[in-house]
């Protein structure tokens, strides 16, 4: 496992969908953002994740369903990388 994913556990989610979110940081973990024509079977570079609870990473991950994620999705997910990249710097575990 490498250090990003690593570097999840007891994390706050950083990307607290309203009415989501199970503020649990037992359940986070490195989530990975796919961006449409990246392909479906290729798992994206760990750069390319988010920390997220368990309700949230369902969410992402299109698991199940949220009209709030859907209709504000780019925000939720641009916030959360820039809240995890911030939070990695933090750590030490991005230079």
Do not use: Q
């Amino acid at each position: 496992m490498s250090s990003l994913r690593k570097s999840a556990a007891g994390e706050h989610c950083t990307i607290e969908i309203p009415g989501i979110c199970g503020y649990d940081p037992s359940t986070v973990v490195l989530a990975h953002i796919r961006l449409p024509g990246t392909g479906v079977s290729r798992k994206p570079h760990d750069l390319h994740g988010v920390y997220a609870c368990h309700r949230c990473h369902d969410v992402i991950d299109r698991r199940v369903l949220s009209h709030e994620f859907e209709e504000n999705r780019w925000f939720y997910i641009a916030r959360g990388l820039m809240r995890t990249h911030e939070r990695m710097l933090e750590k030490g575990v991005l230079r």
